[in-house]
C-alpha cells in the first residue's frame, strides 16, 4: 500500500507548524497557550453561523417562535387533564394539532419552493399569535371547553405546516452552503433551548394565581410577534462577504437561490415532483423514514408528562406544576447538550455510527424512564432520552438536507417536517392503550398504563432502529460512503504530520472502537476503498 509520511510535507508548511507550537508553548510539553486557544477554536467552530447577521436574526425568532410553543404545550396539557380528566383527552387536543400538519406539510413546503419564504414566514407568525390571544381569552373568561383547544390546535398546526418548511428551507439561503450543517445544528440547539426555558418558565407562570394558564397563552401571542419583527428586519443588515459570493456564484452559472429555479409547473406538479424526487433516491427515502418512525413511536411521551407529573411522581389530585415544569426542562437541558455536541462535531465523518448510537439511546432511555418509580431516577432518564433524542434527529436532519437538491429543499424538508405531526398523532393510540391497560405488573414493578405504553413504545423504537441499521442496503450503502470520508481525513492527518505510520495504519487505529460496524466485520474491504483513494497497492 502507498506509504504517506510527514516528511513529505513542504519545509514551508513545516516552519509554519513549528512556529504555530512555539506560540502555543513549546509542542506537546508546553504550557496552556496551545489549550486555550484551541478551545477558543472550538467555541468559534461550534457557534460559527451566528458570525452571520440575517442567521442571528433568524435564529433570535427561532428561539421566540418556539419557547412560545413550548409554553403552550405545557399550558395545554395541563388544561386538557383538568377539564378531560383522562389521557385520551390529552391525545385528542394534541390530534388536532398533527392533523393538519399531516394533511398540508407538503402542500406548504411546494409553496416554500415557489414564494418568498419570509414573507410566508411573517404570515405565520401573526396567525400564530391570534389564535394563542383567543385562546387566553377563552381562559381568562372561563368558557374554555376541550373542544376549543382541538379547533386551536387545527390552526396552529395548519399555520406550522406552511412555516415550517419555509424556515428549514430559508436556513440554506441565509448562511450558504458552508456553514449550513452548522447552522442546521445550532437552530436545534435553539429549539432544545426553549424546552429548557419554555416549561420551566409555563410551570412558574401557572403556579402563580394571578397568571395562571392564560398568561401563558398571552407570552405565547407576545412571543410570535417578537419573531414576526426580527424576521421583517433580515432584509436591514448586511450580507455576509462569504454568502454573497456564493449567491454570485450560483447565479453565474445559471442556478437559483432562494427559490426554486428553471420552469415552473402547476402546484401539484411541483408537489408530484417533490415525491417521485424522494421516492427516487433510496439514501433518501430511508433518512425520512429513519426521521418519522422515531417521532411516530418515541415522541409521545413528552405530551403525557402532565400524567406522569402526577399520578406517578405526584399524589394524584394536585396537578404538580413544578414537577411537571422541572420533568420537561431537565429533557430540555439534555437536549441542549445533545445538540450542542452535534455542533460541535459536525464535520464528524462517521456520522452513521452517531446516528445508530444515538438511536439506539433514544429508545433504551424511553424505557427505562417507564420503567422509574424514583422521581430523581426519572429526572436521570428524561436528561438523557432529551440528549439521545435531539442528537438522533437532529443528525437525522442533517443527513437529510445534506442528501438533497438545492430546488427541492422545501418539499424534502416538508417531508421531514411531518415528524412534527406524527408526534401529537403518535399520543392517540398510546392514551388509548395507556386507559386500556389500567396496571401492570411485572414483577416488583408496578406500573400504571402510561407507564406500560412507553416501556412497549421505547423496546419497539430499539428494535427499529436496530432492523433499519443492519438489513436496509441503501443505510450500508450511507456507512460506505462514511467511510470513504473517514479514510480521506486519515491521509490529510498523516499528510499534515499528525499521525504516523501507513494510511493503513492509521485508519485500523482508528476503527479500533467500531468493530460492530458492517465495515469493521468485513476488513477484506477496507483495504480495496483505501487503495482506490490512494492509488496504492495492499500492504
Known amino acids: 500500500m502507498a506509504t504517506v509520511t510527514p516528511s513529505a510535507e513542504p519545509d514551508e508548511e513545516a516552519a509554519k507548524r513549528r512556529e504555530m507550537m512555539m506560540r502555543g508553548g513549546g509542542g506537546r510539553g508546553g504550557g496552556g497557550g496551545m489549550g486555550d486557544a484551541s478551545s477558543l477554536l472550538q467555541i468559534h467552530k461550534t457557534f460559527s453561523a451566528l458570525r452571520i447577521p440575517a442567521y442571528q436574526l433568524l435564529w433570535i425568532s427561532m428561539l421566540a417562535s418556539f419557547a412560545g410553543m413550548q409554553m403552550q404545550m405545557v399550558a395545554r396539557g395541563v388544561l386538557a387533564y383538568e377539564i378531560g380528566g383522562t389521557n385520551s383527552a390529552i391525545a385528542v387536543v394534541s390530534l388536532g394539532w398533527g392533523i393538519p400538519m399531516l394533511l398540508f406539510s407538503l402542500v406548504g413546503g411546494t409553496l416554500a419552493d415557489r414564494i418568498n419564504r419570509r414573507k410566508l414566514m411573517m404570515l405565520s407568525q401573526l396567525m400564530t399569535a391570534t389564535v394563542a390571544l383567543i385562546v387566553a381569552l377563552l381562559v381568562q373568561t372561563g368558557v374554555i371547553e376541550i373542544w376549543h383547544l382541538f379547533v386551536a390546535g387545527l390552526a396552529q398546526g395548519v399555520v406550522f405546516s406552511f412555516s ?118 433510496p439514501i433518501l427515502l430511508t433518512l425520512l423514514v429513519m426521521g418519522l418512525v422515531p417521532a411516530l413511536i418515541g415522541m409521545s411521551y413528552q405530551s403525557f408528562l402532565p400524567v406522569f407529573a402526577k399520578d406517578v411522581f405526584g399524589d394524584g389530585v394536585q396537578r404538580n406544576a413544578e414537577g411537571l415544569g422541572l420533568m420537561m426542562t431537565v429533557t430540555g437541558v439534555g437536549a441542549l447538550v445533545g445538540s450542542l455536541t452535534m455542533a460541535t462535531m459536525a464535520d464528524f465523518p462517521r456520522r452513521t455510527q452517531l446516528q445508530l448510537y444515538s438511536g439506539l439511546g433514544f429508545g433504551i432511555f424511553l424505557a427505562a424512564f417507564a420503567l422509574m418509580g424514583n422521581y430523581a431516577g426519572a429526572l436521570a432518564a428524561l436528561a438523557m432520552l432529551g440528549f439521545m433524542s435531539s442528537y438522533f434527529q437532529g443528525m437525522n436532519a442533517t443527513m437529510v438536507l445534506t442528501a438533497s437538491d438545492a430546488q427541492f429543499y422545501g418539499r424534502v424538508m416538508s417531508v421531514n417536517m411531518m415528524t412534527f405531526s406524527l408526534m401529537p398523532l403518535g399520543t392517540l393510540p398510546m392514551g388509548f392503550i395507556a386507559d386500556t391497560i389500567g396496571t401492570l405488573a411485572l414483577g416488583p414493578i408496578d406500573l400504571i398504563g402510561i407507564q406500560a405504553a412507553q416501556l412497549g413504545a421505547g423496546l419497539l423504537l430499539t428494535v427499529f432502529i436496530l432492523s433499519v441499521t443492519v438489513f436496509n442496503s441503501a443505510y450500508r450503502q450511507l456507512e460506505q460512503n462514511d467511510f470513504k470520508r473517514f479514510a480521506v481525513m486519515a491521509i490529510e492527518r498523516v499528510r499534515e504530520g499528525q499521525g504516523e505510520g501507513t494510511v493503513w495504519q492509521q485508519l485500523r487505529g482508528s476503527m479500533k472502537h467500531e468493530r460492530g460496524s458492517t465495515l469493521a466485520r468485513k476488513r477484506a474491504d477496507i483495504p480495496t476503498e483505501v487503495d482506490t483513494l490512494t492509488g496504492g497497492g495492499s500492504g
Not at 188 to 211: E, F, K
Not at 265 to 278: A, E, H, P, S
Open 164 to 281: 415550517g418548511p419555509a424556515r428549514q428551507a430559508f436556513i440554506p439561503e441565509v448562511v450558504g452552503e458552508k456553514e449550513l450543517m452548522n447552522a442546521i445544528a445550532l437552530n436545534q440547539a435553539g429549539m432544545n433551548l426553549t424546552r429548557v426555558a419554555g416549561p420551566s418558565i409555563a410551570g412558574a407562570l401557572i403556579a402563580l394565581p394571578w397568571i395562571d394558564i392564560q398568561g401563558v397563552f398571552y407570552l405565547q401571542a407576545g412571543l410570535n410577534l417578537v419573531a414576526l419583527v426580527m424576521i421583517l428586519a433580515i432584509p436591514l443588515v448586511r450580507v455576509a462577504p462569504e454568502v454573497a459570493a456564493e449567491r454570485e456564484e450560483r447565479e453565474a452559472r445559471g442556478e437559483s437561490w432562494g427559490m426554486q429555479g428553471g420552469k415552473r409547473g402547476t402546484m401539484i406538479q411541483d408537489l408530484v415532483d417533490g415525491l417521485r424526487y424522494v421516492f427516487a433516491s
